[in-house]
Each structure stands twice: as C-alpha cells, then as structure tokens.
C-alpha cells in the first residue's frame, strides 16, 4: 500500500550551503510496509533538481546490506525499482528494515522508512510480524586444556522447540573465538533432544575463548554466546594437592621415623652413661674395701716399728750412760 506521507518543502538548492539551517527537505516514500521474498521494493519522492539520492537499506541489526543510488529528474522528482526481496538468509533476515535516502546536495537532507520483510502478507496499515527465534547457549566457564568437554544449544521459535534431522544446518555458523583465530563448530552439533543439542570441543591452548551460538530458522537469526577460560583443571589442581598431600605423609613419616630413632639413641646412650656410672660406683667401693685392708695391715706393721724405735733410743741411752 502506498504511503501517503507528504513533506511541505522548498525544493531549490540553497545558493550557499552554510546557510541551510532549516529541516530536512525530501520527500522520500516505498511502495509498501510489509515485503515478502520475491517482492520489488520501489523508492519515489521529490528532491533538488537532478539531485543524486543514495538510497541505504539497514538490517534488523543495524547493518547496511544495500547501497543504491537514484538520480532526480529537472523537477526533482525521482521513482525507481531499487531491490528484489531475495528468500530468508544469514544475510536477509526477516524482521524490520531501515530504509534511508539522503540527498548528495545537502547530505544532512535524509528521510527513512521502516518496513518489515517476512513471509507472512499483511494488509493495510504495518503489521510487522512477532515471531521470535531463541538460542540459549550453555557449557562449562572453567575448561582444562586438553581435555573435551561439552556445549549445549537450545533452539526456540515462538517457545516451541525447533526440531531439525540436522543440527549443523540450524547451527552452521556457529564457532568460537581465540584472538585471531576462530574454531568453527559446524559439523561438531550432535542431537540430544527435540530442540536441545550438543557439541563435544576440545581447546588446545590456555587462554580466554568466547563461544558464539547462531541459529538461522525460518528466515530468522538468533545469537548467544558465553566467555569460558581455559587452563588447569580442577582435577589437575586437586591431582597435585593430593600429590602434595602424599608428599608431606612421606616426610612426616621419615621425621617421626627419625625422631624414634634419635629418642632410642638417646635412650641406649643414657643407658650405657647409667651403665658406667654404676660400674665407676662399684670400682670406687671395691677401692674402698681394698684401703681398709690395707689399712689393716699397716698400722700395726707402724705400731711395731714404733716399739721397735722406742727400744733403740733406749737402748742407745743406756750404752751412753755406761761409757760415763
């Protein structure tokens, strides 16, 4: 249906483009709101005299897909066949579309529609349709290099579960991302259930990844993703905690090994010094019985010598006395 939205203007070109200060001047319009795939896309309207218009067609992401130019007739007028709606892509969604014009004349003069492209007819006034596609992706934050582990995707359109026989074409552009490199994950998808499917990836290097979940269903795109790390798993970490643990089991047990053997050798030594002790105990008693035999013996031995001695001296007194 046409649009019938008209834009009073002064369609002559200023002499001096500095001094164009008012709005935008152009009248720019489609041929319809609602396009399907097949369906020609028409622009008309009115511009400056033999103005250029660029015409610039905006995905539902943001992104130009189509650039294209028109030319204005002496009278400014313009009208032009500019697209062909192709069938549902990764690159030509369904969903709303920013159709925009600018003039080349004075390219802050721009007008835009919005149009929405699906597979559904619609009349009348814009019926832009509500249909949603959903990934909901899942896997593991902390990966161990080396090692598989697993991605879950869950697919959704309008919340049914979209069922395929083939996963790596409903996920096909699925991958993930490493610096530079990029991991492509198609042909890896596996089904687990309706709706529900799973990839088994191995990661060979350390680092962070960001994996990216895209479904493409029914003329719609869906995305998700999820960053994960990879590095030491927490088998490996509880591996070499466990190797610690044995570690030091081992030298505790050498110590407490060690100090029994120093507590006996101290005990054997302390046995052996009380050993010696009672033996030097028993000298010194045996030296002390022999003294008193000894003794025994030798004072009388003295006391004889003594009388002996006393005799002498007598006797000398007795001879000297005589001689007188």
């Known amino acids: 249906m046409m649009m019938t939205l008209i834009i009073a203007a002064n369609f002559t070109a200023p002499a001096q483009a500095q001094t164009v200060v008012q709005a935008p001047r152009i009248i ?143 996920l096909s552009s699925s991958h993930i991302h490493s610096g530079n490199d990029t991991i492509n994950l198609f042909g890896k998808f596996v089904k687990l259930h309706e709706g529900i499917y799973y990839a088994d990836v191995k990661l060979d290097k350390e680092g962070s990844y960001i994996i990216h979940a895209i479904a493409f269903h029914r003329g719609f795109l869906a995305h998700d993703s999820k960053v994960v790390s990879s590095g030491s798993s927490i088998g490996e970490i509880q591996e070499s905690v466990n190797s610690l643990k044995a570690e030091l089991d081992r030298t505790s047990h050498e110590l407490n090994a060690t100090r029994n053997d120093l507590t006996q050798s101290v005990n054997d030594a302390r046995a052996a010094i009380k050993g010696d002790i ?42 000297r006395a005589s001689f007188k």
């Open 28 to 170: 720019f319009l489609v041929n319809q709101d609602n396009f399907l795939p097949g369906d020609i896309l028409i622009a008309y309207g009115k511009s400056f005299a033999n103005d250029t218009i660029v015409i610039r067609i905006f995905d539902p992401a943001g992104k130009a897909v189509r650039i294209e130019s028109i030319k204005a007739d002496a009278n400014g007028s313009f009208t032009e066949q500019i697209f062909l709606w192709p069938q549902p892509s990764k690159n030509f969604v369904f969903g709303r579309y920013m159709i925009e014009a600018a003039s080349t004349i004075v390219p802050t003069y721009k007008e835009s529609r919005t149009v929405s492209f699906s597979d559904i007819p619609s009349a009348g006034s814009p019926q832009f349709q509500s249909n949603i596609l959903s990934i909901k992706l899942d896997s593991p934050t902390e990966i161990s290099v080396g090692k598989t582990f697993r991605i879950f995707v869950q697919v959704t359109f309008d919340g049914a579960l979209v069922n395929v026989d083939d996963p790596n074409q409903l």
């Open 278 to 319: 009672e033996q030097a105990g028993s000298a010194v008693n045996q030296l002390s019985q022999a003294s008193g035999q000894i003794n025994s013996i030798i004072l009388p031995i003295l006391a004889l010598i003594s009388v002996i001695i006393a005799l002498q001296i007598s006797l000398f007194a007795r001879i």
